[in-house]
């Protein structure tokens, strides 16, 4: 039996993110210089995207509230990691990411799924 091909599952993918998805970007805020002067710089690193509601049965009212969205997020052309620390823009709106995860079967990351939260 041949092994299963990870990379190609992750080109469809992205082709189906890119297809039915919309474009967005993840916002990073990094710091620097001295403590008592620091230069805070934004940068949006533009991404494609699949936003969704959750449904009902996954809505608990403590992890996941009402009005979260269940953000998937091509790999293509993304040179970043998406943190906890970032923002995610949707719609020219920002959200909080509460929860980032890879979904990363033999190590190659074919997407990575996001809640948000306004």
């Known amino acids: 039996m041949g ?10 993918a992205e082709r189906l993110i890119a297809k039915f998805g919309q474009t967005g970007a ?16 934004i940068t949006d690193h533009a991404c494609e995207l699949a936003v969704m509601e959750y449904t009902d049965d996954k809505i ?20 970043i990691e998406p943190s906890t620390a970032d923002m995610v823009v949707i719609g020219g709106e920002e959200h909080a990411i509460i929860n980032v995860k890879p979904l990363s079967p033999a190590g190659l990351v ?9």
Do not use: C, H, N
């Open 3 to 12: 092994t299963f091909d990870y990379a190609r599952t992750r080109a469809t």
């Open 26 to 41: 993840i916002r990073r805020t990094t710091t620097s210089g001295p403590p008592y002067d620091p230069v805070t710089t």
């Open 60 to 79: 608990d009212g403590t992890l996941i509230m009402r009005g979260d969205k269940l953000v998937y997020l091509s790999t293509a052309g993304l040179s």
């Open 110 to 118: 074919v997407f990575w799924e996001i809640q948000s939260r306004r």
